[in-house]
């Protein structure tokens, strides 16, 4: 089972930053991409950004363009997100999907808390 694990939720003032990680285990392989989604109260998940695991191709959602940024982390299978400038509509929780390439079989993370107060 390949549950991605994600880290470095909180609470920051509108404007802040925060980074969030997220590691898929060590022995996962054929990644096809890893990406970032969010779910607010009483919203539907929605995309944030995503990275391909092969060329490092990245994109985002116009609401988050310019303000986040989604990279390849140092350790093996992990991604972080790098999000600035953060408004209270960010306020969600964010979670992690990781995309194989055999047959685009995906996994979810549980989640990790991001409040953003104005």
């Known amino acids: 089972q390949v549950q991605p694990v994600e880290s470095g939720g909180g609470l920051v003032q509108a404007g802040g930053s925060l980074r969030l990680s997220c590691a898929a285990p060590?022995?996962?392989?054929?990644?096809?991409?890893m990406a970032w989604y969010r779910q607010a109260p009483g919203k539907e998940r929605e995309f944030v950004a995503v990275i391909t695991w092969s060329g490092g191709a990245t994109s985002y959602a116009d609401s988050v363009k310019g303000r986040f940024t989604i990279s390849k982390g140092d350790a093996k299978n992990t991604i972080n997100l790098q999000m600035n400038s953060l408004k209270p509509e960010d306020t969600a929780i964010y979670y992690c999907k990781v995309r194989r390439s055999i047959f685009y079989t995906t996994y979810w993370g549980q989640g990790t808390q991001v409040t953003v107060s104005s």
């Open positions: 060590e022995q996962t392989f054929s990644i096809y991409d």
